[in-house]
């Protein structure tokens, strides 16, 4: 098969396969947060509920496109496009299967070899806020505007860890490559994965990017409570289903980045190794990486009906007060470490006493800011007086 006809095959088959995976992980989040509150959820559209996503896609298709009399109709339209186009070409560079340096072989990525694929998916990300941007601007609505202006905050001031702590990754295995990040951890074994050696980039990398992907505790550019539906409030049909679809293949991309930079991607020891050359290996390798990539969804999943949302003050204070100068402190602790050639185990060493300290004195200000807050007895003292 020549090139480009890879390239189609590839294309027509990870478009596809993740346009039907966000239709029914909105299935399982539903049926997932039914359970977690005692309820049914999805149930009688086919069997166990399973033909609803399909009844979804067609209530989309079929309602109404409604655009609001004083809206920008082109910017309006262009929003949701660019939300989706940019989500799904940052997946073009992640691999979604085992790779190799061999030209010849079957590649399971789109875009092999890029030298820089940190990077793309990096400056694919930070655009895609201009879908939300333009979508609430362009809507005339002052709830949407609001809405888009949080998202452009929240971005800008998330972005910072994010890149800091993929700079971690990059630093300890020399390069940008997936490919190589991945083969880098397959070879180093298991224990020098990178979720091991570098515990505190891996959790900030995954804060950051709930808070890049306006998923719950960090949706506040669509907080009903505030601003009805935030930036996609005047949307419909099909228009609202592209930004709901940007959304969760944003949630498939982090999770297989987050599978590729920390979790060692499709190595698992003893059954996907760098020497396993059985009949079916390939096939392995790529379930051991969607396993990976599927409990990292249901985590987020998780974690949506499990915490409150952030309100807006704390969503900054978490960023500039407590991620980026751990972020930046991290990076400086392992660059002096690989400086010096320092042992691995040194590396994981600082990251943990990192975050500990941080609680630690985070725990020591919060309880001096509960001591100055006067008692009621204080208060009612001082207004008698």
């Known amino acids: 098969m020549q090139d480009w006809q890879q390239w189609l095959v590839k294309i027509g088959l990870v478009m596809g396969g993740i346009l039907g995976a966000c239709s029914y992980l909105i299935y399982v989040e539903r049926k997932l947060s039914a359970y977690m509150q005692d309820r049914m959820g999805p149930n009688r559209v086919g069997p166990f509920g399973l033909l609803q996503p399909i009844a979804d896609g067609l209530k989309f298709i079929l309602k109404e496109d409604v655009i609001p ?196 991607g499709w190595h698992f020891p003893w059954i996907a190794t760098p020497d396993s050359h059985y009949a079916g290996a390939w096939l392995v390798k790529c379930l051991v990486l969607w396993t990976k990539v599927g409990i990292l969804i249901i985590g987020v999943m998780l974690i949506r009906w499990t915490l409150p949302r952030f309100r807006f003050d704390q969503l900054m204070t978490l960023a500039w007060q407590g991620l980026v100068p751990l972020a930046f402190a991290n990076l400086t602790i392992l660059m002096v470490i690989k400086q010096f050639g320092w042992p691995v185990w040194i590396v994981t060493l600082s990251s943990v006493l990192l975050f500990v300290g941080a609680v630690a004195l985070n725990g020591t200000m919060l309880r001096k800011r509960l001591r100055s807050i006067p008692t009621a007895a204080a208060l009612a003292a001082r207004t008698a007086h």
């Open 69 to 264: 009399r004083y809206a920008d109709r082109f910017l309006f339209i262009l929003a949701p496009c660019i939300a989706l186009l940019t989500t799904m070409l940052a997946i073009s560079v992640v691999p979604f299967g085992p790779t190799t340096l061999n030209p010849d072989d079957w590649q399971f990525v789109i875009a092999p070899g890029l030298d820089v694929g940190v990077v793309f998916v990096l400056a694919l990300g930070s655009l895609a806020v201009y879908s939300i941007i333009l979508g609430g601007w362009s809507s005339n609505n002052k709830y949407s505007l609001l809405g888009s202006l949080r998202s452009s905050a929240q971005v800008i001031s998330y972005e910072i860890p994010l890149g800091t702590s993929v700079l971690c990754v990059v630093l300890l295995c020399g390069s940008m490559n997936f490919e190589r990040i991945i083969q880098f951890q397959a070879n180093q074994g298991f224990w020098h994965w990178n979720a091991f050696t570098q515990p505190l980039a891996m959790l900030i990398f995954m804060v950051s990017a709930l808070a890049e992907a306006n998923r719950l505790p960090f949706d506040l550019p669509e907080c009903e409570q505030e601003l009805i539906g935030g930036y996609h409030t005047e949307y419909s049909a099909m228009k609202f289903a592209l930004f709901f679809l940007a959304e969760y293949t944003h949630v498939i991309t982090v999770s297989f980045m987050l599978s590729a930079l920390f979790l060692g």
